[in-house]
């Protein structure tokens, strides 16, 4: 099984501010005839054509072709890339979120919301999908799925969440574990149960200091009162812990991780952790 992780905009090779927002999965091995027909490819050299269903990337540009869409809260980083759907590259693409979320972005029945009015999206481009916390969903044919909440939206008085909540979510598939979080308030105790055993852990890389922004750009906002657990912290809470890798995605255009050269990203290189970049392919075999 392969992951590819991006934006639904396209960019290349450097870790980049706001990489891997939304998740796109697919299993190489997934060829119907019914997505051949539902997704023809582009054109090649010779003019013949071929389906997304090859990886992504490489001088001709993205091959792959999206077949689900997990969204994890309602801050537009992580959902207005929706809207490139409604251009008419796919059809019909799940799109799970929480159900909160759900609501925000498309309404209800007869209510509609921002996506469902922008142009064909909600009738004809993407499905939206209100999942069940913690329910385990198959998709993709082998690739299992459950969505769980962290912290990391602002909590109302009423005990709702704005816009919405946030989910994490854990993959799995041939018996390898992966658990995405990119926005991530706080390592609670049973993220970090979740977390301990897995093949793979992403998470918030947005501030390495929780004082980030008072340094670099004088603004008073602190990491955590943003919904940030800063990367200095998060990085000592997991070191000695048994995750296969751990990889830090969502940076801040301060974060001092984004040059190699810093001191804090050889700090993360000698505790065998890593960056993540746009367009990074993960392999789960
Ligand atoms: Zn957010
Ligand atoms: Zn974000």
Redesign the pocket.
């Known amino acids: 099984m392969g992951l590819l992780l991006s934006q639904l905009h396209e960019s290349q090779g450097e870790p980049t501010a706001e990489a891997n927002t939304i998740l796109r999965s697919r299993i190489h091995r997934r060829r119907t005839a019914r997505a051949h027909r539902r997704y023809p490819g582009p054109e090649t050299t010779a003019g013949d054509r071929r389906p997304f269903a090859e990886a992504g990337g490489g001088r001709e540009g993205r091959q792959s072709r999206i077949d689900a869409v997990l969204l994890t809260?309602g801050?537009g980083?992580?959902c207005v890339g929706l809207a490139e759907f409604s251009t008419g590259k796919s059809f019909e693409i799940p799109v799970y979120a929480p159900p909160d979320l759900i609501h925000f972005l498309f309404g209800f029945p007869g209510k509609s919301r921002f996506f469902s009015d922008l142009g064909r999206l909600a009738r004809d481009y993407v499905v939206p999908h209100a999942l069940v916390e913690e329910g385990r969903l198959e998709l993709l044919g082998g690739l299992r799925m459950a969505g769980f909440e962290i912290d990391?939206?602002d909590r109302l008085p009423d005990g709702s969440c704005f816009p919405s909540s946030t989910y994490g979510y854990e993959l799995e598939a041939d018996g390898r574990r992966f658990i995405y979080t990119p926005?991530l308030g706080r390592l609670t105790d049973s993220l970090l149960k979740r977390v301990e055993g897995a093949d793979l852990f992403m998470l918030d890389g947005t501030f390495w200091w929780d004082d980030e922004l008072a340094r670099i750009s004088g603004l008073a906002k602190r990491s955590y009162e943003l919904?940030h657990v800063p990367v200095e912290e998060s990085m000592e809470i997991l070191i000695g812990m048994d995750i296969g890798r751990v990889i830090y995605t969502h940076l801040n255009h301060t974060n001092p991780l984004l040059d190699p050269a810093q001191p804090m990203a050889a700090r993360l290189r000698e505790v065998g952790f890593e960056v993540a970049y746009d367009g990074m392919v993960l392999e789960l075999y």
């Open positions: 809260h801050h980083d992580h990391h939206t926005d919904g």
